[in-house]
């Protein structure tokens, strides 16, 4: 029997050379979007005080699995820094398209402590979740001021 080397690794050398070639050659799709998610706005909800509605832009490709966007707002008291308002919430997967395509979405976080206070400062936080991806989750966190709708 006569083993001939050179050969087989000549073979798998060229095999390998025009692997990258041909994923080269393919259309780019939805799948190489990047994903994305930007805190847009946020404001009071000015019939119910402990709700802050928070306004969220992100573009994500479509993927094996589902996603969670999740959002939480975190505000001192200036007066009392013992009074803390605090508050998250999960959007449901079903309402989190991903498609590769810009969307916006507005969510609402009641305070589990707290009514908000206008005109102070607030952390928000979003996060938009692939467990099966990575790196897993892409976050947006700003410190913004927090008070009522312009239109209120």
Partial sequence: MQLRLPAVLASLALGLAVAPAAVADQDPDA???ATVITITGVSI???VPSRVRVDLDYACAAGDGPRSLNTSVEQTDPEDPATV???STRT???QVLCD???HSQRVVVQSKTSNWLTGVDAVVVTTLTDLGAAPPAFADAQQL???LPPDS
Avoid: C, H, M, N
């Fill in 45 to 47: 909800d000015p019939k």
């Fill in 85 to 87: 308002a605090f508050g």
């Fill in 100 to 102: 590769g395509a810009e």
């Fill in 31 to 33: 799948s190489d979007t």
């Fill in 145 to 147: 001021v927090l008070d």
């Fill in 92 to 94: 449901s997967p079903t």
